[in-house]
C-alpha cells in the first residue's frame, strides 16, 4: 500500500511540474526569425528568396546559350524533340568529358539503351550530391542572419549554405558538401566543395557523370521577369521535358535563375556551366519519401531486404 501511495504522490508531482512549465512555455513570447531585408550584415535590402521554388523540368539543367555545357540525352522524344526521360542516353561525346569520365556515362546509355534502369542517388533512397540534389522538382529556401536552408521536396534532403564564412582547412567530406554563400548586390552566390565522392552513385546528373573529389559547384541565384528569364526559359523548354507542360502564360510573379560554374579537374576537361530556372509555387507541398520494398532495381541481385528461409523464434 505504501508502495503505491508513493507512486500516486510521484504521479501527482511529475503531473503539476508539467503543467507548470507548460504554462511558463505558454507565456513567453515565440522567437520570432529575421525577415530577408533584416538579414545579412548591413540589414538593408537584400533579394528576397524565401518560399517554393518549382522547375518542373527532367532532366533539369538548361544547357547555355555557348561555351561548355551539362551532358545531355541523345535519345529525344519523337513528338518534341525533347529529352526521352524513359530513356536516359547521355552524349559520351560531350567535350567536357575526360576519356574515362566518357566511358562510365556511355555505359549507363548502354544499360538504358537495352532497356533496363541503373542505379542512382534518387531511386535508391540514398543521400544526393550537388548538383544532382536539383532533381527535385520543389525547394523552399529559408533566409535566415547567418545563413540560408534549402529543403527539398524529396526524401527530406537539407541543405545549409554558412553565410559570410570560409571552408575549413581541410574540409571534411560530406554529402552536401561544404557549403557557403555571401550577398552581392542582387546575387547571392554559394561556394561548395567537399562533396563526398567515396560512396555509391557519385554521380552529378541522371545520366551517371561521375565526379572526383576535387568536384567545385558554384550558384549565382537572382530574381529574374520574364523579359530577363526568357533566354533560359526557351532553352529549357528546347532541351527538357516538363510533364505538367509549358509554364502558364499568365503567370506574372518573379522567377528564380540558378546559374551554375562545374569544375573538377578530375573528371572534366574544363570548367562548364549550366542554368535552371523555377517558379514560385503556392500550392501544398506533399511528403515524398522513398520507402523500402521487397523489390529489385534494375536486375540487380544484390537488392533486396533480408530475409530466412525458415522462422527464427
Not at 125 to 152: G, I, N, S, T
Request: glycine residues 8%; charged residues 20%.
Amino acid at each position: 500500500m505504501n508502495v503505491q501511495r508513493k507512486l500516486l504522490l510521484l504521479a501527482t508531482l511529475l503531473a503539476s511540474l508539467l503543467a507548470t512549465m507548460a504554462a511558463a512555455a505558454a507565456e513567453e513570447p515565440a522567437p520570432t526569425l529575421p525577415s530577408p531585408a533584416s538579414a545579412g550584415e548591413n540589414g538593408a535590402g537584400l533579394p528576397d528568396f524565401s518560399g517554393i521554388w518549382r522547375h518542373g523540368s527532367l532532366p533539369w539543367f538548361v544547357p547555355p546559350a555557348s561555351g561548355p555545357g551539362p551532358v545531355t540525352n541523345r535519345s529525344r522524344r519523337a513528338d518534341t524533340g525533347q529529352s526521352n526521360y524513359g530513356q536516359l542516353v547521355g552524349d559520351y561525346t560531350n567535350p567536357i568529358l575526360q576519356p574515362w569520365a566518357a566511358e562510365v556515362v556511355k555505359k549507363k546509355g548502354d544499360i538504358s539503351l537495352a532497356g533496363l534502369d541503373y542505379p542512382n542517388p534518387a531511386n535508391q533512397c540514398w543521400p544526393e550530391p550537388v548538383p544532382f540534389l536539383f532533381k527535385h522538382m520543389a525547394m523552399q529556401m529559408l533566409q535566415l542572419r547567418d545563413r540560408v536552408v534549402m529543403l527539398f521536396s524529396e526524401d527530406h534532403e537539407v541543405r545549409e549554405v554558412r553565410l559570410n564564412q570560409s571552408h575549413p582547412t581541410p574540409t571534411p567530406p560530406s554529402w552536401h558538401g561544404d557549403a557557403v554563400g555571401r550577398y552581392e548586390g542582387d546575387t547571392l552566390i554559394v561556394d561548395t566543395i567537399g562533396i563526398k565522392a567515396d560512396r555509391p552513385y557519385a554521380m552529378i546528373d541522371l545520366f551517371g557523370t561521375p565526379y572526383t573529389n576535387k568536384l567545385h559547384v558554384t550558384e549565382r541565384y537572382e530574381l529574374a521577369d520574364r523579359e530577363a528569364a526568357q533566354g533560359v526559359l526557351t532553352r529549357g523548354l528546347k532541351e527538357n521535358w516538363r510533364p505538367a507542360g509549358p509554364p502558364r502564360a499568365n503567370y506574372d510573379d518573379k522567377y528564380l535563375l540558378v546559374h551554375f560554374t562545374i569544375e573538377d579537374p578530375g573528371a572534366y576537361t574544363t570548367p562548364w556551366t549550366a542554368d535552371m530556372i523555377y517558379l514560385r509555387d503556392r500550392l501544398e507541398w506533399p511528403e515524398q519519401a522513398c520507402a523500402e520494398n521487397t523489390f529489385g532495381f534494375h536486375h540487380d541481385r544484390d537488392a533486396h531486404l533480408p530475409s530466412a528461409e525458415r522462422p527464427d523464434f
